[in-house]
C-alpha cells in the first residue's frame, strides 16, 4: 500500500501483518493436519474398500457392512456432489459413509492412476456381493460404466467430452465477436 501520509501506513501494518502471521500459521496447521489423512493405496478386493494411510492406518468399507435403507423410494448406493466431483455413499453399519476413490485433497500431489477401474471394480463387489442393495442408475451413467459388464463406456464419455468442448468453443467464439465489436463501437 503506497501511501503519502506515515500514520495511516503504520496503522495498517500493525493490522495487517499480524493478520497475515496468523493466517500463514492456521494454514501450516491446517497442512499439517490433513498430511496425516493422506491416502497412499486404495485397494479394492472381495471384502470391499481398504484405504492405507501415510500413518499406517487402515479404514475400510466392507461389504458386509453396508445396510439396507429402510425406506422403499430411496436407493442404498447413491452419489453426491462434493468440490464438483461425484462421491459414491453408502449406508455403511447404519452411517451414510462417502466412498472416495481419489484419495486425496485441495493441495495433494498424489492422485490414484487406476481411478475408474477401482470405481468399476467397488461398484460389481456391490452388484455381485450383495445384490439385495439397490445401486442408483445415475451412479453408472456419471462414472461412465455399463452396467452389463462393468466396463468403461468410452463412447458415451467421449460423446459427452465432445458436446462439452463444442459449447466452450461456441461460447468463446460469441464472446469474441462480442468483445470485437464492442472495440469497433468504442474506438
Known amino acids: 500500500m503506497i501511501s503519502d501520509k506515515l500514520v495511516i501506513f503504520v496503522i ?8 497475515l502471521a496468523f493466517g500463514l500459521y492456521r494454514f501450516f496447521l491446517y497442512q499439517r493436519r490433513i498430511r496425516k489423512r493422506v491416502v ?7 471384502k470391499g ?27 442404498d448406493i447413491s452419489i453426491s456432489p462434493r468440490h464438483k466431483t461425484y462421491i ?3 449406508n455403511n453399519n447404519g452411517s451414510v459413509a462417502e466412498v472416495d476413490f481419489n484419495g486425496m485433497d485441495a493441495g495433494y500431489s498424489t492422485y490414484i492412476g487406476n481411478l475408474k477401474a477401482l470405481r ?13 442393495l439397490r445401486i442408483n442408475p445415475l451412479v453408472y451413467e456419471v462414472y461412465y460404466i455399463n452396467p452389463v459388464d462393468f466396463t468403461f463406456d468410452h463412447k458415451k464419455f467421449w460423446a459427452e467430452f465432445w ?20 472495440v469497433k463501437w468504442l474506438f
Do not use: W
Open 88 to 90: 459414491l455413499k453408502v
Open 12 to 19: 495498517v501494518a500493525i493490522l495487517y501483518y499480524p493478520a
Open 120 to 132: 468399476r471394480r467397488y461398484i460389481q463387489g456391490i452388484v455381485h456381493f450383495r445384490p439385495d
Open 40 to 46: 497412499r493405496k486404495i485397494e479394492v478386493d472381495d
Open 163 to 182: 458436446q462439452i468442448f463444442a459449447v466452450m468453443i461456441l461460447f468463446c467464439i460469441v464472446l469474441g465477436i462480442i468483445m470485437f465489436g464492442l
Open 49 to 75: 474398500i481398504h484405504y492405507e494411510r501415510t500413518d499406517g492406518t487402515i479404514d475400510e468399507i466392507l461389504y458386509s457392512n453396508l445396510k439396507k435403507y429402510s425406506f422403499s423410494d430411496k436407493y
